[in-house]
């Protein structure tokens, strides 16, 4: 199947939702047959980024390296979803530049709901001191002002996020809509 390259990147705090998302739809497209490519920054910072820290020059080498692999990826024809935290808006759309097959997803649940669900107990360390510079708690978080796709995941059901995205994907090109499919 002849598909275009895309990076759909997923921002937003810990335990927004990030992870959850982009594999929901990520196995919604291997089943469509497309040929996609998951970073996810909690993986990556134990190979390609492994040793960079929390502090703003480390975030930002960690988003440049990414955005490189990515941008290897995207130009082959690869969908890419990269699932990062990438609090700084200013490196963000360093890469959306290079790449330009770039869509943003804002991750976005308020940042008690986060740490209500503390799905990896590390807001609860944070607060007791145990981690120092923890997006949302001791360092910033830049949201996008102007990203393709807004997830609420306070508000919806994944389901729903998941076919926003995909719908988003469909609408700008980059996926073919079933029906079009079915009617080839
Ligand atoms: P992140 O990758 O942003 O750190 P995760 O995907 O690991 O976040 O965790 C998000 C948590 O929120 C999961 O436990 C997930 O089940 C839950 N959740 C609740 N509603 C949603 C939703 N609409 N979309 C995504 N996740 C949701």
């Not at 502090?55 to 699932?83: P, Y």
Request: net charge negative; hydrophobic share 35%.
């Amino acid at each position: 199947m002849e598909q275009r390259g895309v990076t759909v990147w997923f921002t937003g705090l810990s335990g927004a939702g990030k992870t959850t998302i982009s594999q929901a739809v990520a196995e919604e497209l291997k089943s469509r047959g497309y040929r996609l490519e998951i970073l996810d920054g909690d993986i990556v910072r134990t190979n390609l980024t492994k040793g960079l820290g929390f502090s703003k020059e480390d975030r930002d080498e960690n988003i440049r390296r990414i955005g490189f692999v990515s941008h290897l990826l995207t130009r082959n024809g690869v969908i890419v979803f990269v699932s990062a935290i990438s609090p700084y808006r200013e490196i963000r759309d360093e890469v959306r530049q290079r790449i330009g097959d770039f869509v943003e997803v804002f991750v976005n649940a308020p940042l008690d709901v986060c740490e209500t669900r503390d799905v990896k107990g590390l807001y609860k360390r944070a607060r007791a001191g145990e981690i120092k510079a923890f997006t949302g708690i001791s360092d910033p978080y830049e949201p996008p002002l102007n990203p393709e796709i807004e997830c609420r995941t306070d508000l919806e059901e994944l389901s729903e996020s998941v076919d926003k995205v995909i719908g988003a994907l469909e609408k700008m090109g980059y996926l073919q809509s079933p029906t079009a499919v079915a009617s080839q």
